[in-house]
């Protein structure tokens, strides 16, 4: 063998061992629909059943915070009323059916392994969102005790995984949640507002930023307003915000 086959005999060991670490992962861990688990013959994110299943957010919706409606002059009575500190608010999917299944079992049924193909899929839906989106993730975190109880905050996780599919920072300990507040599932629009009122503080290491705020789901949007709030008031530049899904808004 000359010399330089033996510099690219280590190379050829080293592909045919990645290829075959990957093909005992898949042994393992086969790729499986993210909303009801069926294991897939391919990588996919949902089974067929599934895919068929999902709703995307409608052309017709809110400029401002993708609210489902035809609006006058594209905006919703909410945002026209009380103008958001976000400047855009996109989501590829309602949710509903197996998108809200999917969520389901990463945020409350211990999946955190989901948080990667979860990114995955948000960063091929929004593609075109993100081609104008600011490159500095900040994740809408969980309260102290919350996380504690999970063991793993899943929107930070989503924001990790994101940032290293899009090339974006996701840095951690921006936004603080300080107060423990009740879940917003149940309550109506002003509960929701209340509730979460004061709920965070920002970081002076945002200001001047321009922020992507990222969420897995947005109802009213009250959680992301007093998040951009609270980023605002230390100076952050413009906030849009984008989450996997949007929920028709409680009155």
């Not at 949640?177 to 209340?194: F, I, K, N």
Request: aromatic residues 6%; positive net charge.
């Amino acid at each position: 063998m000359n010399e330089a086959g033996r510099r690219r005999f280590p190379a050829a060991w080293g592909q045919a061992l990645t290829r075959t670490l990957a093909g005992w992962a898949e042994l393992l861990y086969p790729p499986a629909c993210l909303a009801c688990a069926k294991v897939l013959p391919h990588l996919a994110f949902f089974c067929e059943t599934c895919d068929t299943a999902l709703e995307r957010l409608p052309p017709a919706c809110c400029r401002t915070c993708a609210e489902p409606g035809a609006f006058p002059a594209l905006t919703c009575p909410r945002c026209l009323r009380h103008p958001p500190p976000f400047s855009r608010v996109w989501a590829p999917f309602l949710h509903e059916g197996p998108l809200s299944r999917a969520i389901h079992r990463y945020k409350y049924e211990d999946h955190p392994e989901l948080a990667a193909p979860l990114a995955a899929l948000l960063a091929d839906e929004a593609r075109a969102f993100l081609a104008r989106a600011p490159a500095f993730i900040v994740a809408l975190p969980l309260h102290a005790r919350r996380f504690r109880e999970r063991r793993y905050d899943q929107v930070q996780l989503l924001a990790g995984a994101l940032a290293r599919a899009t090339g974006r920072q996701a840095p951690v300990g921006l936004l603080t949640r300080v107060r423990d507040t009740p879940r917003q599932v149940g309550l109506d629009e002003a509960a929701r507002a209340g509730n979460v009122a004061g709920a965070f503080e920002a970081s002076r290491s945002a200001k001047g930023q321009a922020v992507l705020l990222l969420d897995d789901v947005l109802t009213t949007g009250a959680t992301a307003r007093a998040a951009a709030d609270a980023l605002r008031g230390v100076g952050a530049g413009p906030v849009e915000v984008l989450t996997l899904a949007r929920a028709c808004a409680v009155r």
